[in-house]
């Protein structure tokens, strides 16, 4: 059974940093595309990162360009969301997801992605 499973959210300050995870499970994460999308309290789901199966970004939110990354640890079958720099508006429940496909969606339409993970929380306030 293919699953995502997210952890590493939490309560931030603004300015701080935190690394989101994304383990997979039923399939390797390098045969796919996976994206990162996060939604706020009253607000659509919104695509942030994706990374193709061999490894190329793209970035779907212009507000995290510079401050998030996308890394993937093949051995571990994990994905990484590294977010520096944040800011208040980043607070939302972020998600991972897979397309099966090996390329990213040119944009990020929910209904590209196949399987979803159950989110993590992510609050930056003082």
């Known amino acids: 059974q293919l699953q995502l499973v997210e952890s590493g959210g939490g309560l931030v300050q603004p300015g701080g940093s935190l690394r989101l995870s994304c383990a997979a499970s039923?399939?390797?994460?390098?045969?796919?595309?996976i994206g990162w999308f996060r939604q706020a309290p009253g607000k659509e789901r919104e695509g942030v990162l994706c990374?193709?199966?061999?490894?190329?970004?793209?970035n779907y939110a212009d507000s995290v360009k510079d401050r998030f990354t996308f890394s993937r640890d093949n051995a571990k079958n994990t994905v990484y969301l590294q977010m520096n720099s944040l800011k208040p508006e980043d607070t939302a429940v972020y998600y991972c997801?897979?397309?099966?496909?090996?390329?990213?969606?040119?944009?990020?339409?929910?209904?590209?992605?196949?399987?979803w993970g159950q989110g993590t929380q992510v609050t930056v306030s003082s």
């Open positions: 997801a897979v397309s099966l496909t090996t390329l990213c969606p040119p944009t990020p339409v929910i209904w590209e992605y196949d399987y």
């Open positions: 039923g399939f390797t994460l390098d045969s796919y595309a």
């Open positions: 990374i193709t199966s061999w490894g190329d970004s793209t």
